[in-house]
């Protein structure tokens, strides 16, 4: 993405917040109901509480709170990481906020409104010897076969690796953050790959389990997911988004979830560069 494109989304979305308030669409107003899905095995952003089983996480926090600023309530629903997309599509979902990064092969049928600063981290078993990423050259790595992490392993090994005359990295797949984490901890991988926001709590989760591997090697952004015939509920949604962020009460969910120095200055609409 271009600098004038990136501070055009930025413009937009400014427009959209300082414009009359926007409305929701007349089938949301009517019902005064969200339909929204998560994947929920990607904590903190959205997970099931061992101890409740309860669905919490920053996404839950952020979207309950969005709701109530747009005078709805939210039915909650559960699908695997790889039907998120073809639920906005099918209508079963409004929109989607569940941990999924804003990317240019995505925005042929979607808007993002982005919200969260994240990027792609390499992480092992404390035990593990290796010292840096490099390290990693010539090794198994795992993530999630869904996300744009294999994309962007490749793309780093290419530079890193095979340009120094090194193994390329051995990309292996798994089903979700879980998956890849369990495969890392059975020794079937060397080390693995997961955003940035859920290395913290994964770290508090398994104390002194897993070790981070240098800082992201990419960046990119979370954002919320729209269909790209729904603006008047995008700009909806922006506006309330916009507000919290003025009023504190953005970074206070933030915060809570220890994320903090992950948090976006304003709304921007599909800013992500890859």
């Not at 798994?174 to 913290?200: C, F, Y």
């Not at 922006?238 to 962020?245: D, F, G, S, Y």
């Amino acid at each position: 993405m271009t600098r004038f494109s990136y501070f055009l989304g930025i413009a937009t979305l400014a427009a959209v917040a300082s414009a009359q308030a926007a409305e929701l669409p007349a089938e949301i107003k009517q019902a005064s109901t969200l339909k929204l899905t998560v994947n929920s095995t990607y904590a903190p952003m959205e997970y099931r509480d061992p101890a409740t089983n309860e669905l919490v996480g920053l996404d839950v926090d952020l979207a309950n709170a969005l709701a109530k600023r747009l005078g709805v309530k939210i039915v909650w629903s559960e699908t695997p990481f790889a039907e998120l997309i073809p639920s906005l599509q099918t209508k079963r979902a409004d929109f989607i906020i569940s941990g999924i990064s804003d990317r240019a092969s995505r925005r042929e049928t979607a808007d993002f409104v982005d919200y969260l600063a994240t990027g792609p981290q390499f992480f092992v078993m404390a035990e593990n010897e290796a010292k840096a990423a490099t390290d990693l050259c010539g090794k198994k790595v795992g993530t999630t076969r869904s996300t744009s992490f294999p994309v962007e392993i490749e793309k780093w090994s290419k530079q890193n690796c095979e340009a120094a005359g090194k193994q390329a990295i051995q990309y292996v797949p798994g089903e979700n953050s879980i998956d890849v984490r369990n495969q890392l901890k059975q020794g079937r991988i060397d080390a693995a790959v997961q955003g940035s926001e859920t290395l913290p709590y994964a770290q508090t989760q398994e104390a002194g389990k897993y070790r981070v591997i240098g800082e992201p090697f990419a960046k990119g952004y979370q954002g919320i997911m729209f269909r790209k015939d729904d603006a008047a509920l995008r700009e909806a949604v922006t506006e309330k988004l916009t507000a919290m962020i003025a009023d504190g009460s953005y970074k206070a969910v933030l915060d809570k979830w220890g994320l903090g120095a992950n948090a976006v200055a304003q709304p921007m609409l599909n800013a992500a560069p890859q």
